[in-house]
């Protein structure tokens, strides 16, 4: 075991790539994540402190209570889906640590969409970390201004990342022997990237994983659009999603996901506990019935 690590080490000291721009000084960063909780953040409990664990195989949880961060981890590097909120990332460092993983072995960071409850500890993980960001054109410049601008979350603001390389549907992401693939679904955000990959748990047996990017309208307009082209991205993603298929579905808060039941039962002993070849099916239709239902209310109002 001790031998694997090294190559690993290696590759983290003598990188081709070169360290990523940073957008945002330690003093933004510093500010950000030592700023009081409030509003939204305090209401939903974005930050309140999660233990990390496996999910299966190499994917990890190493979020917070109720918004989701992966650690997807391979002897040759890592790579972390999301950041939380701002006041999130040294906790996620620490629950990275907790599992006997080294941040500074994290060579790429991923983003589900630029909202500030998933890209706000973007910029203070790259200061850890060191990693190259990948993320969609579309959400690319919002995450660069550090605001969605547009939207409940418009003026929400976060430490500017800076996009290091884009992200495009079918893209893949490698790691050593770990692929991660995106599938671009817009509707929730201009440029939302949900990944699929591949694992194998205890028993075995390879499963397919989908890291949903969201798919919820979350009091956005779609009549007038709250950025061109919205009712257009989520017809066509929620057409799409209804013929994806994953054995683990995840996503980017608890209660999309059942994170909380799902763990306790996993605790419990139950090895599969995130194994269900339905809940992609069963969450895009749900998500589908109420976007129509929020279409159509916001239609009517006129
Ligand atoms: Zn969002």
């Not at 000084?25 to 409990?45: L, R």
């Not at 066509?236 to 994953?246: E, G, N, V, Y």
């Amino acid at each position: 075991m001790r031998l694997a690590l090294l190559p690993a080490l290696a590759l983290a000291g003598c990188s081709a790539v070169p360290p990523p721009v940073r957008l945002s000084s330690d003093a933004v960063i510093d500010a950000a994540e030592q700023a009081p909780e409030d509003g939204f953040v305090k209401e939903n409990g974005w930050n309140e402190p999660m233990a990390p664990f496996t999910v299966i195989g190499n994917v990890h949880y190493v979020g917070t209570k109720t918004v989701s961060a992966w650690l997807i981890t391979d002897p040759k590097g890592h790579i972390l889906i999301d950041g939380v909120v701002p006041q999130s990332a040294p906790q996620i460092i620490g629950n990275i640590k907790a599992l006997g993983f080294d941040p500074r072995a994290v060579k790429y960071l991923l983003n589900s969409h630029a909202h500030i409850d998933h890209a706000g500890g973007l910029a203070g993980l790259q200061r850890a970390t060191g990693a190259i960001m990948l993320a969609s054109a579309a959400d690319k410049p919002f995450l660069e201004a550090g605001d969605i601008g547009h939207g409940p979350s418009a003026g929400a603001k976060f430490p500017p990342i800076r996009v290091d390389r884009i992200v495009q549907d079918g893209d893949v992401v490698r790691v050593g022997a770990t692929t991660l693939t995106a599938v671009m679904l817009p509707g929730h955000s201009p440029g939302c990237t949900s990944w699929t990959m591949r694992a194998k748990g205890a028993d075995g047996v390879e499963r397919s994983i989908f890291f949903h990017c969201s798919a919820t309208v979350a009091g956005q307009s779609l009549d007038p659009e709250a950025y061109p082209g919205i009712v257009a991205n989520f017809r066509q993603s929620l057409a799409r999603a209804k013929t994806l298929k994953a054995d683990i579905f995840l996503a980017n808060h608890e209660n999309f996901f059942d994170l909380h039941e799902k763990r306790a039962r996993q605790l419990a002993g139950d090895a599969n506990a995130f194994v269900d070849p339905g809940e992609l099916g069963r969450f895009t239709a749900t998500m589908t019935e109420a976007y129509a239902k929020t279409l159509a209310e916001q239609q009517a109002a006129h």
